[in-house]
Each structure stands twice: as structure tokens, then as C-alpha cells.
């Protein structure tokens, strides 16, 4: 098998999952359990891993809160922000039609709490137009939510002018940096942004955990989405699972270290890609992670490209939607046609990623791509 | 003298002196106003948290970050939430109105 799939999930770095095994029988402890050597053993454990992932994006460990992933994350800020606001004057929540679908859900859903969702149009290079963001912005708004690198094109936007504009209206800024945290240096501070998601297991940590930044200087307040025993501040009660915390922050420190190694080994690894691949292809949407390719075969069908390449893993768009008949949402709004998004495959190379794999992986396609389309 | 309203739990208003430099906490606790203060007001503690009359809140000097430290622990915090030791009476607050928030959690228990 060949992975090329590593904006759906990346694999777990072996050094993650040795550092999260005693956590699951012999260091079982419950890290809330302050009463007993096991429980505060388990709780120092999860703070050294709140420090790792602070550090990864220039944070205070006290900022950072952990949740079940990025999907939580981003819930808990788009409507948690929205929430503790709703007494005040304003409505508006903008975010980008390119945005994920839980980022995209979270805002629509606030319509049934008298907010004003507003989702604008990207450029054909996926890029928000910021004339666009300045107009939306003369209406009061609460909140902006821009991820800094989409999952299915790569596609890095600008969150240092974004920034600009949504602090200078007096609202706050979320941003999914689920796909850009460890692979492109992200600081909170430069440019300063208010509550940002993060996913462990797009950073080669384990499935089931990911952490919310929440600014604390000057500070943003959120209401928490579950009730329960005040944990993590009282924004996510719940047992901290210990065994991923301490993943996760590995994951972390794994990436703050070798961020820079790795992004250059991608770099060449898709250049490498794109000059064995041999076969006319366009590479949808402005320059962004290296590591994240979508790639438009004109005349070819995606699913068929995928169907002549059992061995290949790759995907049409992102994991949850591609199962899904309907064209990608995110090249829609960037204009493609419904052939063209049809037409149109993602290919994510990671740390993992060998040379070979990407010589396999580019014959493979190349001739799956000499292979007419059934009519 | 100063004058200030306790809005209780049960949507009583309470109209009390507040001399001035005493603190909202100490306001209360002078008048038998039902706010714990376990700390005694040395920011250790929420379990003065009071909810701040929206029209009162913009008037009030900001919070410091101590004190919003301590109010990320207070239960069913709010956008006018303060601590009521934090609030110290000066002619300008004569009228201040605050609620009392639904309960607090003692982290000391």
C-alpha cells in the first residue's frame, strides 16, 4: 500500500505511541485525581503535554484546552463565543464557503439562535478576497473563522491581513489550523488570533484528541458546549483521556523540532511527484503546504483514477465528504465545474512519505490516466 | 450615603447603603447579603462572582487578569461577571445594580 492520504489522517509517529503506552494500564491513574499519587502523576503527565502543544504555536500552557479534535474545537469556539455573547449587540458570524463542514455547520446552525451567519466567496485561487471581508465587516460582527490552511487544496490564507481587518472591527478571530499546525511555523501572537483548533491526529498523533487555544490576554470568553464537573476551566468537563494528552504532546514536540526537516523533504517529494507524474495535469488553487496536492486530470474521472489504483491510497476531497456523490464543496466555490471537481484528486505526502512511494505512486497514475474514461 | 441594589436569587431587589471604599463583597456581608467571600476578598476564590447590571458594568474599572483568572472558575460565568470584592464603592457607582449569579463552586471543597 502507498499512502497519500495525509490530510484525511496521518499516521501515528512510533515515538507518539511509545510515549502514550504506559499511560493506558501501568500509568492509569485519573489526572483529576488530586488526592493520590496516581492521579497527580497522570496530571503532571498531561500538563508536561499542555506545554508542548502551547509552545508549538506560541501560547501559555493556561490557554490551551483540550477536547476530542479539531470538530469539537471548532464547535466550541464558533458557538462558545457566539453564546457567552448573545446578550450583546452583535449578530454577524462570517466565515468562508471553502471553510470545513464543521466550521461551516457551526455557523449555519447559529441562524436558529439569532445570529447572522455570513459565508463569503473565495477567488478561483481559493483566496478570500479581502475587499470582500472589509465590506462584511461594516455590519457588527462577533466573530470571523478562517482556517489557515484548507484540508483539500492546501491553500494558505492570508490571517496576517485577515487579522488586521477583524480586530480593527472589534471582533474575534477563530482559525482551524488543523492542517497548518506543525508544518508551518503558526505563532498565536503574529499574527494574534483569539481562539485557534488543532487536531492531533493530522500531526501524527493519535485519533480522539485535539486542544482549542482560548486568548487569555485580553481575554475571550466561551460558554462550554457540555455541562459537567468543570474541568479544563469549565469549558470542556470530562475526564482528560491521559494516554492521548500525552500523544498529542508528543505529537507537538515531535513537529516544533523537526517542522522545518520535514516541510523540506515534502517540498521535494511533491516537486519530484509533479515531474515523474508525466501527464498534463493543473494544480487547483494558490500555492499553500507543500504537502497537499489537488490535482485536476483534465478528461480523466477521479473515482475511476482511484478504482484502476487499488494499491494507492488518495482521495477525491476531504475524508468526510468524499464519500459523498455530490462535487466537493470546496472546489465548487472555487469556481471548478462539476466535471472539473470530478476530475480532481487530492494527494497528501507526510513524514512518511519515501521517495519510492512517490515514484509508485506517480506511474500508477500516470498510467491510470492514459486509460479512457468510460463513456 | 452611597446606595446599591442586590438583585437575589429569587429576583429580589435589595436597596442597601455602600459607604464609600467598601467593596461590593464587604457591602454585602454588612447587610447579611447571602455572598460566600471564602477568601475574604485576597483573590483566591470565586464565590464572590456577581453579575454586574449591564448599564453598570462599562462604568466599572477593568478587570485585572487575576481576577479573570479566578473568574474562569466561576460557575455560570457571564459578559458582565465580577467579583465582588474586586468592586470597591466610590460616588460614581451610587445606584450600582448587580445580581447574584445561581451558585458558585468553592474550588476548597
Redesign the interface.
Known sequence: MIYLDNQATTPTDPRVLDAMLPWFARDFGNPHSAEHAMGRHAADAVEAARAEIAALIGADPRDIVLTSGATESNNLAIKGAARFAAAGPRRRIITLATEHKCVLESVRDLAAENFEPCILPVGRDGLLDLDRLKDALRTPTLLVSVMAVNNETGVRQNLAAIAGLVHEAGALLHSDIAQAAGKLKFDVENPRISLASISGHKIYGPKGIGALYVRRRPRVRLSPLFSGGGQERGLRPGTIPAPLAVGLGEACRIAAAEMGEDEARIAALRARFLERLGVPVVVNGAAGLPGCLSLRFPGARALDLIAACPTLCVSTGSACTSADIAPSHVLTAMGLSAADAAATLRVGIGRFTSPSDIDAAASLLAAAAHIPAEA | MPKMIFVERDGTRREVDAPLGLSVLEVAHKHGVDIEGACEGSLACSTCHVIVD?AWYGRLAKAT?DE??ML??A?G???TSRLGCQIVMTPALDGLVVKLPAAT?NAGK
Open positions: 449591564p487578569e479573570e483568572d474562569d472558575l460557575f460565568l457571564q459578559a463552586r
